[in-house]
């Protein structure tokens, strides 16, 4: 019902969408108020959990139509909105930046689908988009390019992840003014609004468990393997 | 230097007769300030440390009556020492971060973690 009345920049939702309730959990995006309606999303993936399953992304390609994305994106060649079968990719082409897209929305047209859409359909929907632009299936950061460094292994965790939709670092995409800067991070004596010293062990246990340290604090849990931890780590070090 | 083992030894032999010698050279109170400063107790909880209420992974007590750490290797100091420097060259997938914590700090540390209650 709101998604066919929701009109953004002459991309009108309307469609099937509204008939279909989003099975499973709902989805938040950025958050610009400290009231809290329920408990927070403990964990946010950096992976799609359905990458690869030939059955989500045969999902996700009817779920695009029934959220009507095929409205502005048609059947990705782009009509009104851009194309999502070119390797033009303003805000990311991972798993996840794909998925905060939906969520979140994108200022010049494109509704944040956050509130109205599940968690699961919206990962069939950035299997679906992912493969229709024929991107390659996503690995650990750790595994691939063994010849780069952990700063540019952590730097790809950094911006293929969620970190992205609310820190800024200057210089890369990721330019979200949620959270605080952290274009100079590493020149920080204490972390977690002042509360624990700068360290790699107090920044990785804030990285994987941040409500532990500061409950209440609106920085969400992250999943990641270790040798992701690693390159993160190294990577927000080496930001001075 | 000898003093600070005697004072380990005493600690150690007080708490809970240990199976396992006081880390030679390690100084438990400076380790405890170390545990403090590189951040632990945001992934473990620690017996005695209030502060340190971390539950990324396994609460960290009773450390000297372990008969293996990690799930994977036994209790020596040496092993603990090893594992508290460079936990990914024991494991390479584990989550616990290398800190660039020296010898002398590993000691320290190591001979801290065996006063545990």
Known sequence: MGLALLTVGGCSITGPAASVPPPGNMVEGNRQSLLQPGPLRPVRLVRNPVAGDAQAIQDGKRLFNQFNCSGCHGAGGGAIGPALIDDQWIYGNSAANIFWSIIEGRPAGMPAFGGKISEDQTWKIAAFVRSIANLPEEVPTGEESRGESDVEKGKKVFLRGSCVMCHTVRGTVSLSRVGPDLTHFASRTRIAAGTLPNTRGNLAGWILNPQNLKPGTQMPATQLEGQELHALLTFLESLK | ?117
Not at chain 2, 31 to 55: D, F, M, Q, R, T
Not at chain 2, 82 to 99: F, G, L, N, S
């Open chain 2, 1 to 117: 230097m000898r003093k600070s083992l005697v004072a380990g030894l005493a600690i150690l032999l007080a708490s809970c007769s240990p199976k396992h010698s006081v880390v030679a050279g390690g100084e438990p109170n400076t380790g405890k300030n170390l545990v403090g400063w590189y951040g632990c107790g945001s992934c473990h909880e620690i017996s005695g440390l209030p502060e340190a209420k971390g539950l990324v992974g396994p609460p960290l007590r009773r450390i000297a009556r372990r008969v293996y750490i990690t799930g994977s290797v036994p209790n020596t100091p040496a092993n603990l020492m090893h594992w508290i420097r460079e936990p990914r060259k024991v494991d390479a997938r584990t989550i616990m971060p290398d800190m660039g914590i020296s010898e002398q700090h590993g000691r320290d540390i190591a001979a801290f973690l065996y006063t545990l209650d």
